[in-house]
C-alpha cells in the first residue's frame, strides 16, 4: 500500500513539475555603452528582484504555453507549432528558450517583478535569466551559472540586438563585478547614500546602443578617446573609490558626447551638481534612471528638491545582492 502511495506521489511530481527562481536587477556604477566596445565597466546587483514561476502539466494539451505577467496585467495562450511573429518579444523568447530544451508538455509561467520596466535596472535581463533558470533546473539538478549566463545572453540579443552582456552576467552571479567582454571580477564595492533617480522617460536599450553606434561609426577617432576615458573612469573609481563624486561628473559628460543624455537628465544633473551633489545616467540613458549621491539627503528631500523636474521615483536600494537563485514561493 505504501509503495503504491509513493509511486503515486511520484507519478504527481512529474505531472506537475513547479519551480520558482528569481534574479536581481542591477546598477552600472560607471561604463555603460563603452563596454559594448570591449572596455571595462563597474556593475552592482540591487535588491530589487524579478519570479518567475514554473508549472509543467503533463495532463494540459502538449507543446502549449500559458504565460501571465501579472504586474502587466497580460495574459498569453500559445501553440508553439502557431507562433507569429506578431507575439511580444518576450513571448517569442519563452518559445526560444521552449525549443531550446526541447519541451513537449504544457508549460504555465507566471512573472512578477520589482524591477521597473525599461528604467535601465536590468528588467530585461532579470527576466532573461530567470527564464533559462527556470527550464534549465527542470533538467538540471545542478545550477551551471556559466551556462546559464550564455544562453540568458542569446535572449538578451533577441530583446537588445548586440548587447555587451553586462546585464545579464550581474544578474546570474548577484555581488559587484569588473566586466568586459574578455573578462568578469567580483569586486568587493560598497557604496553609501547612491539614490536612484527614476526620470520615468521611457527608454529604449536597442535604440540608444544603435544612436551610439552611429556616433562611433560616424566619428571613430574622437569616439575613440571618449570610450577610452570613460575606461579611465571606472579604472580610478576602482581604484580610488573617495573620487566618486568626479568620476559620475566626469562619466556624465563623457555619456552626453556619446548623444545619450537629454534635456530633463541634464536638469537633473545640473541641479545636483548645484547642491555639491554628484549623478550620472546608469544603464542606456534616453531617459530611465540615474544614480546620485545624495550624501545624508532623505527621499522626501530628494522628492521636494526636483519637484519641478516631474521625476517619477526616487528609490534607496541594497547593492551587491544574491544573483539567480530557487525560490520556495512565487508569492
Ligand atoms: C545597458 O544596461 C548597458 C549598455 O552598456 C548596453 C550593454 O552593455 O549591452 C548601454
Redesign the pocket.
Same mark, same amino acid.
Given at each position: 500500500m505504501e509503495k503504491e502511495f509513493n509511486l503515486f506521489v511520484c507519478c504527481m511530481l512529474k505531472m506537475n513539475e513547479r519551480i520558482v527562481v528569481s534574479s536581481p536587477g542591477?546598477l552600472?556604477l560607471a561604463? #555603460?555603452?563603452?563596454?559594448?566596445y570591449g572596455k571595462r565597466?563597474l556593475v552592482t546587483s540591487i535588491g530589487l528582484r524579478l519570479y518567475m514561476e514554473f508549472i509543467e502539466d503533463t495532463n494540459k494539451p502538449t507543446k502549449t504555453i500559458e504565460i501571465d505577467f501579472q504586474d502587466t496585467n497580460r495574459k498569453y495562450s500559445i501553440d508553439i507549432d502557431c507562433l507569429k511573429d506578431s507575439n511580444p518579444i518576450e513571448v517569442q523568447a519563452i518559445c526560444f528558450i521552449y525549443k531550446h530544451f526541447q519541451m513537449n508538455n504544457h508549460i504555465q509561467l507566471n512573472i512578477r517583478s520589482d524591477i521597473p520596466i525599461g528604467a535601465?535596472l536590468?528588467s530585461s535581463?532579470a527576466f532573461s535569466v530567470c527564464l533559462v533558470g527556470c527550464f534549465y533546473l527542470r533538467t538540471n539538478t545542478q545550477m551551471d551559472r556559466n551556462e546559464i549566463n550564455q544562453l540568458a545572453y542569446q535572449v #538578451?540579443c533577441l530583446f537588445?540586438g %548586440?548587447?555587451?552582456?553586462?546585464?545579464n552576467t550581474i544578474s546570474t552571479y548577484g555581488q559587484s563585478l569588473v566586466y568586459s567582454r574578455q573578462m568578469r571580477t567580483h569586486t568587493d564595492f560598497r557604496l553609501k547614500n547612491l539614490a536612484i533617480i527614476d526620470t520615468g522617460i521611457p527608454k529604449s %536599450?536597442k535604440r540608444?546602443?544603435e544612436l551610439?553606434r552611429s556616433f562611433v561609426d560616424n566619428n571613430q577617432q574622437q569616439a575613440e578617446l571618449v570610450l577610452n576615458d570613460i575606461e579611465k573612469c571606472v579604472d580610478t573609481l576602482i581604484e580610488q573609490p573617495d573620487k566618486i563624486k568626479d568620476i559620475f561628473q566626469q562619466n556624465q559628460k563623457l555619456l552626453k558626447q556619446l548623444g545619450?543624455s537629454n534635456v530633463e537628465i541634464d536638469e537633473i544633473t545640473e541641479k545636483l551638481h548645484e547642491h555639491h551633489l554628484a549623478g550620472k545616467i546608469?544603464?542606456?540613458?534616453g531617459g530611465g534612471c540615474l544614480i546620485a549621491l545624495v550624501d545624508s539627503l532623505t527621499k522626501q528631500q530628494l522628492v521636494d528638491l526636483f519637484k519641478e523636474n516631474r521625476i517619477k521615483e526616487v528609490y534607496f536600494v541594497e547593492c551587491g545582492v544574491e544573483g539567480l537563485r530557487q525560490e520556495e514561493k512565487f508569492r
Open positions: 542591477k552600472i561604463g #555603460e555603452h563603452a563596454v559594448v565597466a535601465g536590468g535581463a #538578451e537588445h %548586440t548587447p555587451s552582456g553586462i546585464d %536599450t540608444m546602443v551610439v545619450v546608469t544603464g542606456a540613458g
